[in-house]
């Protein structure tokens, strides 16, 4: 069966023939060298965008969590997350593996919990208790359903952080999705953070890679790890322009995405066999529930008509992005309707 309308995920955004053209044409060098032109360039313009001193470009979002947990953490450290967070559920239980920490989960409201949750994780000095090192948020939430986590909330978390002597992350996946919501700038949410990185393989939509930035320190020592977990390149330009690429061209367009997902959670949300509150889809993922019907069920009738999204357990995710216009997205709602007749 055939996929005309894929909103299983903005990961399947696939490079343009003008990206393609861009990316064939890119100066490359030794990128362990620090010679690929295109490497420096992207992780320039990169550490500029986050307001950071330096940046490190990595082969995967995830690699950019686990360097920045074994270089906040020892092993038996522990970090402070939201019970939905990616390195939780789908990064194969690196972090027991890579920076040996554990995970004290806190259950937020839609991938965001708030200063009370965030002190009361903390461990006090006691000989019995691991010792808190990381907070780490992810901005935005993607099982919370794209949430945006308040700037307010990011500033009493982070202050708070570090006065305890806590780093901090940011998961910044989709980051540049909130920055198309709020106009509120990348540099700003990224501010109080000691780490923080963005996806260009999601909605920017080139195809490999994440930028991870921190203070020079920070990264000096990232590097490190990038190295011994074999995430050094030769000539990563050919790659990395893909994400200059992105970065000149597909930044303001997520807003289209955006609004896209609006459209399809206000759309839904007049289904009444659809469980949603459209008014928390901020960014471009919509996750709904539907009243008596088995999810993983349901997504494969909709495949039938092209229509392919992804299934949480009882709920149904739909993400907007490159590869999916306006237009795609009212066909997707009647195919909705069509089954939920
Ligand atoms: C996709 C994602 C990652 C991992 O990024 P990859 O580039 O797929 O390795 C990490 N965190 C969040 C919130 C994500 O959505």
Not at 77 to 88: F, K, L
Request: aromatic share 6%.
């Amino acid at each position: 069966m055939d996929i005309n309308i894929d909103l299983f995920s903005d990961t399947g955004t696939r490079p343009s023939d003008e990206m393609r053209e861009f990316m064939a044409k890119a100066e490359v060098g030794d990128e362990q060298l620090f010679e690929d032109p295109s490497v420096n360039k992207l992780t320039e313009m990169s550490a500029d965008i986050l307001g950071k001193e330096e940046a490190v470009y990595l082969p995967s979002g995830l690699m950019a969590n686990q360097i920045s947990f074994a270089v906040h953490c020892n092993p038996g450290d522990e970090i402070i997350m939201d019970e939905s967070a990616h390195p939780i559920h789908y990064e194969g239980g690196a972090t027991a593996v890579i920076s040996g920490a554990s995970i004290r989960s806190v259950e937020g409201k839609r991938g965001i919990f708030n200063l009370e949750q965030f002190e009361k994780a903390v461990r006090t000095e006691d000989y019995h208790d691991p010792q808190s090192k990381l907070l780490s948020i992810e901005q935005t939430s993607n099982l919370g359903g794209g949430t945006i986590w308040p700037l307010e909330q990011i500033d009493k978390l982070t202050d708070k952080a570090h006065e305890l002597g806590l780093k901090t992350h940011m998961d910044g996946a989709r980051l540049l999705n909130a920055v198309a919501a709020t106009e509120i700038s990348a540099q700003r949410y990224a501010a109080n953070f000691d780490s923080v990185w963005f996806d260009l393989s999601k909605g920017l939509g080139a195809p490999v890679g994440s930028v991870l930035a921190g203070s020079k320190k920070f990264i000096n020592e990232a590097r490190y790890w990038k190295q011994r977990l074999g995430g050094a390149m030769r000539q990563a330009g050919i790659i990395a322009a893909g994400g200059i690429y992105a970065l000149e061209n597909n930044l303001d367009r997520l807003k289209i995405d955006n609004e896209n997902a609006k459209l399809l959670a206000e759309e839904l949300a007049q289904i009444p066999a659809v469980e949603i509150d459209s008014s928390t889809v901020e960014t471009n993922i919509v996750i709904f529930k539907i009243k008596g019907v088995k999810s993983a069920e349901f997504a494969e009738n909709l495949l039938e008509d092209g229509l392919r999204v992804s299934v949480l357990h009882d709920k149904i995710r739909a993400v907007t992005h490159l590869d999916v216009n306006r237009e795609d997205v009212l066909d997707a709602i009647n195919i909705f309707k069509k089954y939920l007749k």
